[in-house]
DNA sequence: CAGGATCCATGCCGATACTG
DNA sequence: CAGTATCGGCATGGATCCTG
């Protein structure tokens, strides 16, 4: 990555070389359950069916699914016991294990700031409640606005 | 961790304090392209089409909802300039400033570790490229075995 | 017990056409 | 310029049935 030249750099370097990234790892780990299985396996090493009991509302199609991503990408180990009945167990990696820190981290923001969010979202949908407009219209003024009134609300 | 009485509080605080909110949040920005449009916000504020030539690749549509969750969300603020043409510009709230933080962490870790990343899966793909299975078969040992061989590939 | 295989609903996302 | 509206493809995820 040397395109010598810093015109545009801020861009390139925000598409090619950060951002793309980001959006890769979050599509990694960003689906339904993978945070919560490698979560649940940051705890303990779990059978198959420990998981599925445990996760609750997984569906065995998902776990299996998941749980082959997550060893594919390097997070989780996955080891047979060839017995009867079989035993498989998931382990998480040292990868998997050092992900854990700034999904952790990430997760703590999300605890502390979960109020700000719901309250962000209280406000935007009760602008679309609102029975209707109402533009102070300062005379003569052509200020900065903040949303009127669409045709139509996007949530039904 | 707790000998006492475990209670089963490991699972519910897994399941209902921190791993819903956690895969909550990245669905908030774990799509498709609200990363990269708070990343690029992060640096200035930008009007509709500024984001839309820049980001490159997204379409108008998903460039509005995108933004629309965002500003939900609370983090960003959209500003309408009632000018003839319109003016619309977008910029990063204290909240979504905030929320850069953790991102960032979890963007450098993915560039940090990508070649760990892309070496397991690579390892893991080459598994279902190999001719046969080979078990060395230790002589009445029933010890833990890594995958044999399926039917069939995932990704064929 | 630990999955594989299949069918199907939903939603994300892109492409296109049109508007104030 | 900054959107809205609509259609359709494709991937995600759930439910069900079957196997070793």
Redesign the interface.
Known sequence: MKPGHPDHT??VN??H???R?????????????S??IV??LG?KTMRFNELRR???GISQKMLTTTL?NL????FVT??????IPPRVEYTLTD?GR??L???A???????I??E??D???R???EQWSEPAVRIPAAPGS?G????EQPSRN?HG
């Open positions: 801020d861009s925000l598409q070389e950060r951002c990234p980001v959006h890769e790892i979050l599509s990694l780990v960003g689906d339904k359950w945070v919560l979560r649940f705890q445990a996760i609750d082959r060893e594919r990408d390097g996955r080891t047979v016991y060839p017995t990868l050092e992900l820190v700034p999904v981290a990430l997760a703590k923001w999300v605890d700031n979960r700000r969010i309250e962000a979202r406000r935007f949908d052509a900065p606005r903040h949303r996007r």
